[in-house]
């Protein structure tokens, strides 16, 4: 199945579009902050790969991640990435998403975090038709589980000693799920 790209959108006072070029030093600037790798898996992201990447995304079929804007400053990266479902034979492919979201610690715990989520699930069910969503973070992080709960999303388990990071060692992860049906009429 192929999708047609759910951005730009303006939502909450933020543009979530894609990344151009003229974006790529203000995302280098935060992405490899100590602060945000201390919750990443990625624990440093080369400067040269991050353009890379996030240049090829409005080209991929699969990769829908986006920059976000305020007041016509880049703030925040949301992920989105459609991917298959379990894989039995017969199971449809493309039905499912993964997000994430890295907002620059310099403008956090203003809402743009818990904005963004929003904007990600929206574009995963109402502008690519997904099926269900999912998302992790390290149990131990706070502001990450406030920001899935607050959207909407279930927590569906809890992994124990899940993850490797190269400072912390083994960690705990928790992992969140939404399906369309949920999204659009709620819980049950
Ligand atoms: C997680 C992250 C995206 C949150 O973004 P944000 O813009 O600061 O979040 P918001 O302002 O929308 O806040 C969301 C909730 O988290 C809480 N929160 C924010 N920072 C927090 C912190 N450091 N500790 C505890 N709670 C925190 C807020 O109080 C808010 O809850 P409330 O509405 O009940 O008050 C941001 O901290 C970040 O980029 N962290 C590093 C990368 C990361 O962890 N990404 C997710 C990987 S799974």
């Given at each position: 199945?192929?999708h047609?790209?759910?951005?730009?959108v303006?939502?909450?006072?933020?543009?979530?579009?894609?990344?151009?070029?003229?974006?790529?030093?203000?995302?280098?600037?935060?992405?490899?902050?100590?602060?945000i790798?201390?919750f990443?898996?990625?624990t440093?992201?080369?400067?040269?790969?991050?353009?890379?990447?996030?240049l090829?995304v409005?080209e991929?079929?699969?990769d829908?991640?986006?920059?976000v804007e305020?007041?016509g400053?880049?703030?925040?990266?949301?992920?989105l990435?459609?991917?298959?479902?379990p894989?039995?034979?017969?199971?449809?492919?493309?039905?499912?998403?993964?997000i994430g979201?890295i907002?620059?610690?310099?403008?956090a715990?203003?809402?743009i975090g818990?904005?963004?989520?929003?904007?990600l699930?929206?574009a995963?069910?109402d502008?690519?038709?997904l099926?269900?969503?999912?998302?992790?973070?390290y149990?131990?992080?706070t502001?990450s589980?406030a920001?899935?709960?607050?959207?909407?999303?279930?927590?569906e388990?809890?992994?124990?000693?899940a993850?490797?990071?190269?400072?912390l060692g083994?960690i705990?992860?928790?992992?969140y799920?939404l399906?369309a049906?949920?999204?659009?009429h709620?819980?049950?």
């Amino acid at each position: 199945m192929t999708h047609p790209s759910p951005w730009p959108v303006r939502a909450d006072g933020l543009l979530f579009r894609d990344a151009v070029e003229a974006d790529v030093q203000t995302l280098q600037s935060f992405r490899n902050d100590p602060g945000i790798n201390r919750f990443m898996v990625r624990t440093h992201v080369d400067p040269d790969d991050l353009r890379r990447e996030w240049l090829a995304v409005p080209e991929s079929p699969t990769d829908f991640s986006c920059v976000v804007e305020r007041d016509g400053e880049v703030v925040a990266m949301g992920f989105l990435d459609v991917v298959d479902g379990p894989g039995q034979p017969g199971c449809p492919s493309g039905t499912d998403g993964l997000i994430g979201y890295i907002v620059d610690p310099r403008v956090a715990g203003q809402g743009i975090g818990s904005a963004t989520a929003l904007a990600l699930l929206r574009a995963a069910f109402d502008g690519l038709g997904l099926r269900r969503v999912t998302a992790a973070a390290y149990a131990d992080n706070t502001a990450s589980v406030a920001v899935l709960e607050q959207a909407g999303m279930r927590r569906e388990r809890l992994s124990v000693k899940a993850l490797w990071h190269h400072e912390l060692g083994w960690i705990d992860e928790v992992g969140y799920a939404l399906l369309a049906d949920e999204w659009r009429h709620g819980p049950g």
